[in-house]
Each structure stands twice: as structure tokens, then as C-alpha cells.
């Protein structure tokens, strides 16, 4: 588990956040983030809040330490490096029980400074952009932030695509049990907009492989966007079927054959396939050296 819990004999009548600093020997930025998202706990376990005192025999705290198993980064430089993330890993825990994810590695490899400079859904593989530390961190977020990092993905969908097209449709939370599925039907959603392009059609299974670059980054965009047109992707465990398979789906309790037969394959065909982005006045262009993908 990526998440230890560390226990500290505690001192009686003191501020929690100043025995994490003398006692605990953490930073001030580190022991703000651990109260704030409640991760420090009194001898009772309850959890403990800036400004409490101490009354209790000890404290303890949850502290994420990473391990690996086996990733490493395709592409590395001083300040920042790229992880080729496989398809369904997902990139932070959402959960003190979570085993692993890309943080894990990210962690092991870089230290407790380094972090995700933006992030992908576990679903869907391919390049992930690494900061390795807090000025790079804010460097590389603001880049997405300002939509100055240029992305590509490639997507294996069904139907047959023929022409270029740019899907401009706002999108926004659905009403659906799936809390975190997307629509298109909303006027008054988020801006968003896609460029798709046919690479390869597949006469056999009637698949088009299609470069998909996103001009904004909502969640899931390049999956609502392409099941609006009709051109759902490939493996989708949310788009292009009904609530209740992809509620199995995300619960894992629908067998690898079930998932295939209903979504078209095993995994979500899409693949976060190109980065292109400047950093400290140097042009960085990283490509997946992915095989196989669509065949």
C-alpha cells in the first residue's frame, strides 16, 4: 500500500501543526497538505485539524511513500520526464486503500517533490509529463493550463470515418448513475473541441483508427466527442452502451469475454500518443513507441 501510516509519541498541550514541524520534522507546506486533507490522526483516530492541542499518548499520520513495479520513464531530462502509462492504471490514488498507481513510480523514481503535470484517465494509455520538482511542477501545469502544450492521441472507433472533421460541442456532467459520465446535449456546458483525423480504415471489423487532437482538455472529451458523432471507441466502458453494462464495467464484475462481445475490446482503444511543448526556450516533440495498438 502506498499509503504508511508513521506514529509520533505526541506532546500534551501542543499545536498539531507546530509538533509536525518540531517532532515529526516535516516542512510547514508538507504538514499544511497532511491536515488539510486529513491525513493526521490522534491515538483514538480521529482526525486531527490545524489549531487542535494535543491530549492524547500519540499521533498518526499518513504518509504516501511509492514503490514500484517495474515502470520507468521513456523520456527524461533534468527538470521533467515521461511515463508510457499502460491502460488501466490509473495516475493518483483516489483512496488510502488504492495498491498502486502512476504516482507510485513517479514517487519512487523522483522523490516526494516530484509530480503529475497533468493527467489521463486509467483507462486510456500513453504519455503521461512529469514534473521533478516544485518550480518545474508549476512551469509544466501552467503550460496546460494555458492550452500550450500540443497533444495527440490516437483512437480505434467504430464505423467508417472518412473525412477530417472538428467536433466543437460543450460538454457537461450527465444525469446518469454513472457519476462520472459526460454529455453533449448541453448548451450551457464547458467549451470544448476536438480535431479528429481518419488515419486507416479496416473493412474487415469495420474500424477506422483516427488521430484525435484536443484543443481544450475536459473530462473525457475525446471519448464524448466521438460517441456524439456516432463513432464510439472501441473497448468504451461508458460510451456507446447502457447504464447498467457500464456500471458492471466499472465494477469490474463483467468478464473480459462479456466486455469484448458488448464494447468491442477489452480495453479502451485510446492512447495518449504525442507531447510537443516549450521549456526553457527549448522545443520538446515526444512520441509513444507504442506497437500494435489497433491491430
Known amino acids: 500500500m502506498p499509503f504508511v501510516f508513521k506514529k509520533y509519541n505526541a506532546v500534551k498541550g501542543k499545536k498539531i501543526q507546530q509538533f509536525l ?25 480521529h482526525t486531527l485539524k490545524n489549531g487542535q492541542i494535543l491530549k ?12 514500484t513495479r517495474g515502470l520507468k520513464p521513456v523520456f527524461e531530462v533534468q527538470d521533467f520526464a515521461v511515463f508510457d502509462k499502460p491502460s488501466g492504471l490509473m495516475v493518483h490514488p483516489t483512496r488510502k486503500t488504492t495498491a498502486y498507481s502512476l504516482l507510485d513510480e513517479i514517487r519512487y523514481h523522483f522523490g516526494d517533490e516530484a509530480d503529475l503535470a497533468h493527467r ?11 514534473a521533478k520538482n516544485k518550480q518545474a511542477s508549476t512551469i509544466l501545469k501552467t503550460l496546460f493550463e494555458n492550452r500550450a502544450c500540443h497533444k ?24 446518469s448513475i454513472i457519476i462520472v459520465k459526460m454529455i453533449c446535449e448541453n448548451e450551457k456546458g464547458k467549451h470544448s473541441t476536438t480535431h479528429i483525423q481518419p488515419l486507416k480504415f479496416n473493412e474487415k471489423n469495420n474500424t477506422t483508427l483516427v488521430k484525435a487532437i484536443p484543443i481544450t482538455g475536459r473530462q473525457h472529451q475525446i471519448r464524448v466527442h466521438l460517441d456524439s458523432i456516432g463513432h464510439t471507441i472501441l473497448g468504451d ?41 516549450v521549456y526553457n526556450d527549448k522545443k520538446y516533440n515526444i512520441t509513444s513507441k507504442i506497437s500494435k495498438f489497433y491491430e
Not at 520534522?25 to 486529513?38: C, I, M, P
Not at 483512437?155 to 460543450?170: F, H
Open 21 to 45: 514541524l518540531d517532532e515529526a520534522g516535516l516542512s510547514s507546506s508538507v504538514s499544511q497538505k497532511l491536515l488539510s486533507k486529513n491525513r493526521v490522526f490522534d491515538d483514538q483516530g
Open 56 to 67: 492524547g499518548q500519540y499521533i498518526q499520520v499518513a504518509i504516501f511513500e511509492g514503490h
Open 120 to 130: 489521463i484517465d486509467a483507462e486510456t494509455s500513453g504519455l503521461v509529463l512529469v
Open 152 to 175: 495527440e492521441y490516437l483512437a480505434l472507433v467504430k464505423g467508417q470515418l472518412k473525412n477530417k472533421i472538428t467536433i466543437d460541442k460543450p460538454t457537461s456532467k450527465s444525469n
Open 237 to 277: 466502458p461508458i460510451y456507446g452502451v447502457d447504464d447498467q453494462v457500464a456500471d458492471a464495467c466499472l465494477r469490474k464484475t463483467l468478464s473480459i469475454e462479456s466486455r469484448v462481445e458488448l464494447t468491442g475490446a477489452k480495453r479502451l482503444m485510446l492512447h495518449a500518443n504525442h507531447l510537443s511543448f
